[in-house]
């Protein structure tokens, strides 16, 4: 479940301009008015360590200051349901990841370390509870406090923020809805009404935003994204809940068939790859409807191998776990 969190936050931030936006939205107005109007800049992934906990979507971007100086912001998704009460040392290790690689073998640098602020975005089911600060975990009375400077990073909870002020920009608004509501349990239409009225026709993250929505809410159906597509969008064309849809599905037939292979190397090619096709039938129907029945499963194991690419593609449009098999109670019928 994490690597669709992250799939959709990295999505979100791969470009700057979005990027910019999200920024100046959760930083402190105060901070915020002091930005350039230039688009942040992504730094090169090899100016993090790369051995950052992998439970986390991690970016770092420069922006330039009104008053010419350079600001670094770190932006991290902590996708967990509940916070992590490791935060505050998992944040201090990133800075100090950032901070080692601009030094490097440079040690004159050390006088001039760019100044960090990590931006933490959490939609887990918990309230944020962690404390924000070394300094505020350390067993310190007040006088020791005093010898201590702070490193803090800010919370960015988009869970109790109204839906219409999660963002200035449409898109990035869109593309939070479904992380603030993945631990909940929205009015599915509602929820997609809202989301697809923001995105934009051709943007690639709205592919994402799709795809990553019938990934994680099982009561939303490809079908269902259609029909609110064609109320929101009556003139409009439908291609990006198509190909959100497509991907969506070979994604599902990409890790049935590697676990396929791994089953025909056991018992035989033939059936490893019609046990990696059984396995995405039943992840689209699980995805879509929950717990796959126990006779639909039984009907499934029945069927003959050529058969089931019939059904895979079916698995992704029917209404229901049993339709997947209409035309079989068609034949029956006639």
């Given at each position: 479940m994490g690597q669709q969190h992250d799939l959709l936050f990295r999505a979100l931030l791969d470009d700057p301009v979005r990027a910019g936006i999200l920024i100046r939205d959760y930083l402190p107005a105060d901070i915020a008015a002091r930005l350039g109007d230039e688009p942040p800049v992504p730094l090169d992934g090899s100016f993090v360590d790369r051995t950052l906990t992998p439970s986390w979507v991690d970016r770092l971007f420069s922006v330039r200051l009104r008053d010419g100086g350079t600001?670094?912001?770190?932006?991290?998704?902590?996708?967990?349901?509940?916070?992590?009460?490791?935060?505050?040392?998992?944040?201090?290790?990133?800075?100090?990841?950032?901070?080692?690689?601009?030094?490097?073998?440079?040690?004159?640098?050390?006088?001039?370390?760019?100044?960090?602020?990590?931006?933490?975005?959490?939609?887990?089911?918990?309230?944020?509870?962690?404390?924000?600060?070394?300094?505020?975990?350390?067993?310190?009375?007040?006088?020791?406090?005093?010898?201590?400077?702070?490193?803090?990073y800010l919370v960015c909870n988009i869970v109790p923020i109204p839906d219409d002020q999660l963002s200035s920009d449409p898109e990035v608004r869109a593309a939070l809805l479904p992380l603030k509501y993945v631990y909940r349990q929205p009015d599915p239409e509602m929820l997609l009404e809202a989301v697809l009225s923001g995105l934009r026709e051709g943007s690639p993250l709205a592919e994402k935003v799709l795809y990553y929505m019938l990934e994680m809410y099982p009561r939303i159906s490809v079908d269902m994204m259609r029909m609110?597509?064609?109320?929101?969008?009556?003139?409009?064309?439908?291609?990006?809940?198509?190909?959100?849809?497509?991907?969506?599905?070979?994604?599902?037939?990409?890790?049935?068939?590697?676990?396929?292979k791994a089953e025909g190397r056991a018992e035989g090619k033939a059936e490893g790859r019609a046990e990696g096709k059984l396995e995405s039938i039943r992840l689209a129907l699980e995805t879509r409807f929950g717990l796959v029945p126990p006779e639909v499963e039984a009907r499934l194991l029945q069927a003959s191998p050529d058969r089931l690419d019939t059904l895979l593609r079916r698995s992704l449009t029917a209404a229901s776990p049993d339709d997947v098999f209409a035309d079989e109670e068609r034949r029956q019928d006639s």
């Open positions: 600001l670094l912001i770190y932006v991290l998704l902590e996708h967990k349901s509940h916070p992590d009460p490791r935060t505050p040392l998992q944040v201090l290790g990133y800075l100090v990841d950032i901070w080692e690689s601009f030094v490097g073998d440079d040690a004159s640098r050390m006088r001039r370390l760019p100044p960090v602020i990590p931006l933490v975005f959490y939609h887990g089911r918990s309230a944020w509870t962690v404390p924000t600060s070394v300094i505020d975990v350390i067993g310190a009375d007040e006088g020791l406090r005093d010898l201590l400077r702070d490193f803090r609110v597509n064609g109320r929101v969008r009556p003139n409009r064309e439908q291609d990006m809940v198509s190909l959100a849809a497509q991907q969506w599905l070979n994604e599902g037939h990409a890790r049935g068939v590697i676990e396929g």
